[in-house]
């Protein structure tokens, strides 16, 4: 069983700082790309960065100069910088990750539970 468990969210003031993180565990063969979405209330869930293996990244125009994701490949782990918060960045972000869980399975996207971000003063 593959388990997706992200921390690092929080109450921050406009401007401010958070940074998440997001670990893969259980039965994992191997990882493809990782990544960020978020939900706002009375939004549909949007893509907000995505990392591949190789470094390759995508990021939502919305947060682009902002945010960075990284990964530590070797940890399972991706993270998500998030500078000069605004308040519509408010959401709850989830961890994404594209993975096979045996030698023999497809690609399959897995999720985090989901952590809450608010950005108010």
């Known amino acids: 069983q593959v388990q997706l468990v992200e921390s690092g969210g929080g109450l921050v003031q406009p401007g401010g700082s958070l940074r998440l993180s997001c670990t893969a565990s259980?039965?994992?063969?191997?990882?493809?790309?990782m990544g960020w979405y978020r939900q706002a209330p009375g939004k549909g869930r949007e893509l907000v960065a995505s990392r591949t293996t190789g470094g390759r990244t995508d990021y939502a125009d919305s947060v682009r100069e902002r945010f960075t994701i990284s990964r530590d490949n070797a940890k399972n782990t991706v993270y998500l910088q998030m500078n000069s918060l605004k308040p519509e960045d408010t959401a709850i972000y989830y961890c994404n990750a594209v993975l096979r869980a045996y030698v023999a399975s497809p690609f399959t996207p897995y999720w985090g539970q989901g952590t809450q971000v608010t950005v108010s003063s």
């Open positions: 259980g039965s994992i063969f191997t990882i493809g790309d």
